[in-house]
């Protein structure tokens, strides 16, 4: 019985993590976009930052039901410890010195992340504020070391791997972003198509029912936290190097709220909430901001309301309906090609 349960199981998350002819799609066109939009690629590159950067409140947001205000608390740790490694050349390699800033988010993470297990969803609000609070203050208090309200300035990026150097244009940065978008992206696809993503959809759903069948409610919601400030530094640490600077705007509360609109214009619970709502949050403020650049906020927030309206369960309904009419022409090739094979 044990071993039927097993196979049922290894098929399920087999099954999740197949790729789909539009994740295909999704990723063909984004690297199509180095060699079609090679004028776009500085709008691009913060387009894909900003993806990066609500992936990482997704994974505690949509997969485990974390709420947080101070998400920005990681994303400007990330750029401060990437924008110094450059400024005193510490650790020259760019790709190096982005692992090291994710590692000191995820270390603040794990740090924090015992205080924000603690209460239900508004203490968890007013934590994660607080936290952000503390480190935006801590920033502008060491100016000596930050640059203050100045902002870290005279960061000088070294070219990756020593060849590839940071241009003016933004075609290095942007390749160089995508390339680190599309791995982090990988490795939180198969995270949560695992039995660890598994029972953090168990604890969101119901967390003193998975405490009762034996699941470590506390150390995973400490684990996908920690994994999450280490995600988010890592894409504040990508905005500093791609724009050589670092500021106290990375810390504040603007951001933490930029992270929250694009996923609720994405979608929480799906990795591609983050990037499709960064991409759509991004476009609409560029073409807006050139349309009327005093009020393009309006449209943002009627945006917002429209989806509130709607509701977001009917457009994700409309989604995966328009979804399987489109993939049904897959299926009845893969049907016909495996009946082939049979007969």
Known sequence: MSSKVDTA?????ASRSRFGPFEIAFWLAAFATIYFLPGRHLILTETAIWGLFALSLDLILGYAGIISLGHAAFFGVGAYAAGL????????????????????AAGLGFATSFLVLRGSDLTRLMVTLGVSLVCFELANKFAELTGGADGLQGVTMAPVFGAYRFDMFGHTAYVYTLIWLFVLFMLARRIVNSPFGLSLKAI?????RSSAIG???NWRLVAVYTL???YAGIAGGLLAQTQAFASLSMLSIDRSADALLILIIGGTGYLYGGLVGALIYRLLQDYLSDLTA????????LLLVAIVIVGRDRIGAWI????????????????????????
């Open 85 to 104: 490694l450059a400024k005193h050349e510490i650790i020259p390699e760019p790709t190096i010195a982005l692992l090291a800033a994710g590692l000191v």
């Open 228 to 230: 999450s400030a280490g």
């Open 294 to 301: 005093r009020y393009w906020q309006f449209w943002i927030g």
């Open 204 to 208: 969101r759903g119901n967390a003193l």
């Open 320 to 343: 995966s309906f328009v979804e399987r009419q489109l993939a049904r022409p897959f299926r009845r090739s893969a049907a016909a090609s495996s009946a082939d094979q049979g007969a």
């Open 215 to 217: 699941i470590a409610v």
């Open 9 to 13: 199981v290894t098929r399920f998350l």
